[in-house]
């Protein structure tokens, strides 16, 4: 397993066609913005470990998560420039 401390708007790749992005977070929870292909089931555990809510691209994204990542791959593209 591998452990990771990231600020908001890093991101992890997964392979060529996943991207994880760290938003921010608070309290005891963190945000993720997954970016995977529309074939990709992504499925997300309980508090237990036990599975959860299924999650699939192909019912879309809503509008403010779409911006919110443009925003922060903007944010770092630009940081990157500098």
Same mark, same amino acid.
Request: charged share 25%; net charge positive.
């Given at each position: 397993?591998? @452990?990771?401390?990231? @600020?908001?708007?890093?991101?992890? !790749?997964? *392979?060529?066609?996943?991207?994880?992005?760290?938003?921010? *977070?608070?309290?005891?929870?963190? &945000?993720?913005?997954? !970016?995977?292909? #529309?074939?990709?089931?992504?499925?997300?555990?309980?508090? *237990?470990? @036990? #599975? /959860?809510? &299924?999650?699939?691209?192909?019912? /879309?994204?809503?509008?403010?998560? @779409?911006?919110?990542?443009? /925003?922060?791959?903007?944010?770092?593209?630009?940081?990157?420039?500098?």
């Amino acid at each position: 397993m591998l @452990k990771l401390t990231l @600020k908001p708007g890093e991101y992890i !790749d997964i *392979g060529p066609s996943i991207r994880i992005v760290f938003s921010g *977070g608070s309290g005891n929870n963190i &945000h993720l913005l997954v !970016d995977a292909p #529309k074939n990709l089931n992504i499925l997300r555990s309980n508090a *237990g470990g @036990k #599975k /959860g809510n &299924h999650y699939n691209k192909e019912n /879309g994204i809503s509008e403010e998560a @779409k911006k919110e990542i443009i /925003g922060i791959l903007m944010r770092e593209k630009a940081s990157k420039s500098r």
